[in-house]
């Protein structure tokens, strides 16, 4: 699966590579070219999904190149990010407080309680039932049944929280706008300060094998080392 990997993107456009990246191939582009895909999660190389503005489409893996697109909200809410937890269930978090779940692979999604009205970018899984919703105004929230009930965290910086992983047990990193970088406890679920030389905003963060992490963003791609304070 190393070698298998898929970009979304503007234009509903998804391109796929077999390869590790060297060449790229169209595999899918939607009707309508107004549209954009948000994120794409790939849990096995025949099952892929990208999450789109108020529609959603998967890959069946039996079919190499053939996907569906399916409406999963009447309304015309932005869908943000897809996540997928340790036992399967795939989480959708979007604009006004849309917090959705799939325990079946994204055959069918069920509405899960919101605390928040506003927008949600996130779900970050912790356990088998604990999560970690993040959002508009440094918004965050932790469920310990699977989302049916949260607890606000307590955060006094309102930024944007763009993106969060978990980097090693109980080891939380959340970050988004306006320089805004934690490091979360999740025993206590308490914020600390961390990466201070990041001095521009943050889209993505990603957790290399090695155990550091990469932060995209208006700068680019940058490496951060564990060495660095949290």
């Known amino acids: 699966m190393a070698r298998h990997g898929w970009i979304v993107g503007h234009d509903a456009l998804i391109l ?30 025949g099952m892929s999904s990208p999450s789109a503005p108020s529609g959603f489409a998967w890959k069946r893996p ?4 053939s996907w569906l697109s399916r409406l999963l909200l009447e309304e015309d809410y932005h869908l943000n990010r897809l996540t997928r937890g340790q036992t399967g269930t795939l989480y959708l978090a979007g604009e006004h ?27 970050l899984p912790l356990s088998d039932r604990r999560l970690l919703a993040h959002g508009l105004r440094g918004r965050l929230y932790v469920s310990d049944n699977d989302g049916d009930d949260w607890t606000a965290v307590a955060n006094e910086t309102r930024v944007l929280l763009l993106t969060a992983g978990l980097t090693s047990p109980g080891h939380i ?37 090695d155990g550091t992490l ?5 700068a ?8 660095s304070p949290p």
């Not at 990469?214 to 208006?218: I, K, N, R, S």
Request: with cysteine.
């Open 16 to 45: 796929t590579t077999a390869d590790g990246g060297l060449t790229w191939s169209k595999q899918w582009r939607g009707q309508n070219l107004t549209d954009s895909f948000l994120d794409v999660l790939a849990w096995t190389i």
């Open 62 to 65: 039996t079919v190499a190149s």
């Open 97 to 123: 407080g849309t917090l959705l779940r799939s325990r079946d692979q994204g055959a069918s999604w069920d509405a899960i309680h919101s605390p928040y009205d506003g927008s949600f970018y996130g779900i």
């Open 173 to 209: 990193i959340a970050a988004g706008q306006a320089r805004a970088f934690f490091a979360i406890d999740d025993r206590t679920m308490t914020l600390e300060p961390c990466f201070p030389a990041m001095q521009t905003a943050v889209a993505e963060l990603l957790i290399l094998p």
């Open 214 to 218: 990469l932060a995209l963003g208006e």
């Open 220 to 227: 680019g791609a940058t490496r951060l080392s564990k060495s």
